[in-house]
């Protein structure tokens, strides 16, 4: 037997070593460089926004921006060539092999300012007339050439010639001329040209500020046309619209709806990259958008050379917003270009399970310990499904419904201690300590959500406010001390009870049982930690939320009849549910939730709607 012990104990060791090695491994930083673009771009703010919030995320990834690239010709050449591993792109260009999708950004809109004083008012009006370009390297220059030949102005024989030599040069039908400073906006100031385009968003601080905002330039605006008929050879492309006033207000610029051409700003990937990296930087992508739009906090992620801080408007991606992911997630995404498998991984909501993060060491376990590898890999594959977002919801408001009868039992035993009814106070108070207790508990469970960044600030919000209101009316009872003492202990216990289920579930539960079985912690000198070690730790955490829950509403509940009682903190549940289900609409019509978890969530809502009623 002692043989036995001996060989068993060796092979457990033996696999905690290979275990810590390759989670070692697994943990080392992940070094990814991003090309997106100009510094003063959208692409490149964006970016180092992203670089900023991914390099503070404890994700093990590491982050950096390119200086500077020419924009999507040249990113996407980067990409190809392996010396970056991310970039920013325009959809109408072709990307190659290499690139695949992780998220679409925000569209920029194809845009034609003109000399107001240079007689062009329509896209036909440009013969003759004197474009500057920017260099080859970017996008830009691709989709000028398209819409161009769309409209009959140029022969594709000659964009092959423009693109690789870097010269001014006319055709019969208008000029080009190539800027070697790469900013055709001061060039268009000064003279030098009667036409500037650009692929940017709607509002671009940079063209406001280079060109509107100039008043030598005297500029405006075209409309350009046609968008459904360039779809057909373009399908990223699409019909949008400039608003009246984008670049200001009064006068407005432009003074009416312009239409033109969007297309995607797209964040894509080699595909070569990791796709547990992809997975992480996709989530924190989605979860961080509110930083990603208006800023940096306290930090300037911006170097000193660059002129830039988190505070200047200009470094607000307002169309950020709009990030959002493929159409479709089968096959190319609606965009022609293959998506992520780690992107894809997070749209569809399966965050890889430990075996499949882990299959390549279990490959070696199971030559060595084939037993218990396979009921790990059992274990966690029947605990690996994600918990629904409607389940958040379902909870405030069962909380909300608890919190309903434990108001019940406490304004009952105040009226029972003013009628001296002794006899059925005992009954109310377990009711009130089962009651709140869960609902202390499901307050403690959200604020260790909320600082993981698992739940919204409102649901948060949701389950203080409830148990406020709980709170309050059971400081009205006499004994309420006793009560609140006694609420602390049931949802420890509680706690306690939910924790050994989980450990049940974990490796610690399989040490348990050999050391119960074989002693392994005797004859290693083991000590194994056990839940009465945090016990302390839990009572101090659920005593401090509850205290901070007391005495905010106690005057204004003092001298009021326990009928009064009830039926007003019954008309605050009932306003409270209202919310909950308005945000839960509002989760519904942004598809954070489905449509099935929104029905199974208002069945939970019309039954404690129902109950609310009835009562009132």
Known sequence: MRKYKTRLIILFVLGLLICSFISLFRNQKQYLIIAAGKPNGDSFIFAKKLEHVVNNSNSNIELSVLKR???????????????VQLAMAQADIPAPSEAQLVSLLFPDMYQLIVKKDSGIDSILDLKGKRVVLPPSGGGQIQSFDFLMEHYGLLNRKLIKYYVESDFKYSTNKYKFYSVESSN???????????????????????????????KHCNAKLIPIEQAKAMKIEHPDLDEAIIPKGAYQGNPPIPDKDLPTISVNRL????????????????????????????????????????????????????????IRKPDNLSGAGGTGRPIHPGAKAYYQKEDPTWFERYSGVMEVLVAIAFPFVSWLAL?????????????????????LMDAEESIKAATSSIAAYKSNQIDVLEELRFNIINKTAKILLCTQKAQNARNKGKISRESLKSFRKTLQITVGVIEQIPESEKIFNAIVQKARKNMEKEHNKRLRNQLLSLIIIWDQSLGISETLNIKIPYISQIQNQMEKSLNNILDRAKGKTQQRLKNLEPSELLKLESKNIRQDLEAIFKRSVNALVEERISQDSFQSFRVVWQIAVGEVTQDE
């Open 69 to 83: 690239t020419d924009g999507t010709q040249e990113n996407l050449e980067l990409l190809k060539k392996g010396r």
């Open 379 to 399: 274990l966690f594959r029947e605990n690996a499904a994600k918990k629904n977002k409607a389940d958040d919801y379902i909870l405030e408001v069962t909380a």
């Open 267 to 322: 964040f894509l990937a080699h595909k070569s990259v990791d796709k547990e990296v992809i997975h992480k930087i996709t989530k924190i992508l989605y979860e961080h958008r509110q930083e990603l739009v208006y800023g940096c906090k306290d930090d300037n992620i911006f170097d000193e050379t660059e002129n830039l801080t988190c505070e200047h408007k200009e470094n607000q991606i307002p169309a950020a917003a709009l």
């Open 184 to 214: 055709p906006d001061k060039a268009f100031c000064a003279g030098q040209a009667d036409v500037v385009f650009h692929v940017r968003r709607a509002g671009n601080y940079s063209i406001r500020n280079e060109i509107f905002k100039n």
